[in-house]
C-alpha cells in the first residue's frame, strides 16, 4: 500500500534526478573530453544598421585568454584569463558524429533551455556559440573557435 | 509664514534636485570610465555616400564618459570636465545570461538631468559601448548613421 509519505518521497527524489541531470560523456561523445582553447572569433555585424561589416577577435585584440574543459562526468567549466568562471552541468539536446568524425552538438547548460548552446568541430577544432561572445539575435553573430590543447 | 514658504520651496528643490537614479544593481555595468575609441559613420554630406571614421588615435582630442555610482554622468574632454548631470533612466535592460560578465549586453537611455530633450542612449557589452550621440552627433540631412565607440577603462 503506497501512502502519500511514498508518493511524496518518490516525487521528491524524481525532482532531485531531474534537476541534477547530467549527460557522461562517453562513446562518441567522449569527444568532447578535455582542454579546448580559444583562438578566435568571427565577428559578422552591422546588420540592424543595414550594413554587413566582420572583424576577427583574438586573444591578441582583446587582450584576454578563454578556456573550457569538459569533464567525463559531465561537467563543463568555463575559464577567462585562468580563472574559473562558471561551472555548469552538460545536458545535450543533440548530438551527431559522422564517419569522417566531425560532429554537432546542442547542449543544454544545467538542462535548462535558455541556457542553450550549440557547436561543431572535429577531434581538434570545435566552433561554440555561447562563450566567449554571445551576438545579438538577428543583428551579429559570433563564431567562436576552440582548438584541443 | 513666510518662513514656512520658504521652508516648503527648500524641501520641494531638494527632492527634485535629488531624482537621481543611483547605478546599483543592474546598472552597475555602467560605473566607470568610458574611453573613446573612434567614431564611424556613413554620410552624404560631400554629395556622394561616404563612410567615414575618426580615430582616438590619430585625432587631436580625447573624449570619455564618467558614470558615478551615485548617478552622475560626467563628460571630459581632452581631459577637462566639460559638463556633469545627474541620471534620469528612461531605459535599461542589461543581459543577465551569459558565461563572460563583461560580454553581456547593455541597452540603455538616458535623461541628463531628467530632461527628456536633453537625453544619451548606448548600446553594447560591458566592455565596448556604441553611444548614439557623445562626442559626435548625427546630423540629419547630412548622415546616414553614426556611432561612437566608447571602451571601459579598467
Known amino acids: 500500500m503506497i501512502n502519500s509519505k511514498s508518493i511524496l518521497l518518490i516525487l521528491l527524489v524524481n525532482v532531485g534526478v531531474v534537476s541534477c541531470k547530467k549527460d557522461k560523456l562517453k562513446d562518441e561523445k567522449s569527444i568532447l573530453i578535455g582542454n579546448w582553447e580559444w583562438v578566435n572569433t568571427q565577428h559578422d555585424f552591422g546588420w540592424c544598421e543595414g550594413e554587413s561589416w566582420e572583424e576577427t577577435l583574438t586573444p591578441e585584440s582583446e587582450d584576454e585568454n578563454y578556456s573550457m574543459f569538459f569533464y567525463k562526468k559531465g561537467v563543463v567549466e568555463f575559464y577567462q584569463n585562468g580563472n574559473l568562471l562558471d561551472k555548469s552541468r552538460v545536458v545535450f539536446d543533440h548530438f551527431e558524429i559522422n564517419e569522417l568524425g566531425n560532429f554537432s552538438f546542442v547542449i543544454d547548460l544545467n538542462n535548462k ?24 539575435a538577428g543583428c551579429e553573430d559570433y563564431d567562436n573557435y576552440f582548438s584541443k590543447g | 509664514m513666510k518662513n514656512k514658504l520658504i521652508f516648503v520651496l527648500i524641501t520641494f528643490i531638494s527632492f527634485s534636485s535629488c531624482n537621481k537614479d543611483r547605478l546599483g544593481g543592474n ?5 566607470g570610465t568610458w574611453n573613446w575609441q573612434r567614431t564611424d559613420m556613413s554620410h552624404y554630406c560631400n554629395g556622394g555616400i561616404e563612410y567615414e571614421t575618426y580615430e582616438s588615435d590619430t585625432a587631436n582630442e580625447t573624449y570619455r564618459i564618467e558614470f558615478l555610482k551615485e548617478g552622475i554622468i560626467q563628460f571630459y574632454k581632452n581631459d577637462i570636465l566639460e559638463s556633469e548631470h545627474f541620471i534620469k533612466f528612461n531605459a535599461i535592460g542589461v543581459q543577465e545570461d551569459g558565461i563572460v560578465p563583461s560580454h553581456r549586453q547593455i541597452v540603455f537611455e538616458i535623461f541628463l538631468d531628467g530632461d527628456g530633450s536633453n537625453r544619451i542612449s548606448g548600446t553594447g557589452t560591458q566592455k565596448e559601448m556604441k553611444i548614439s550621440n557623445y562626442p559626435f552627433e548625427l546630423e540629419e540631412d ?13
Open chain 2, 142 to 154: 547630412c548622415h546616414h548613421w553614426l556611432k561612437n565607440y566608447f571602451r571601459k577603462e579598467y
Open chain 1, 113 to 136: 533551455e535558455e541556457n542553450r548552446m550549440s557547436g561543431y568541430g572535429n577531434e581538434t577544432s570545435v566552433n561554440f556559440g555561447g562563450f566567449p561572445f554571445v551576438g545579438v
Open chain 2, 27 to 31: 546598472k552597475e555595468a555602467l560605473v
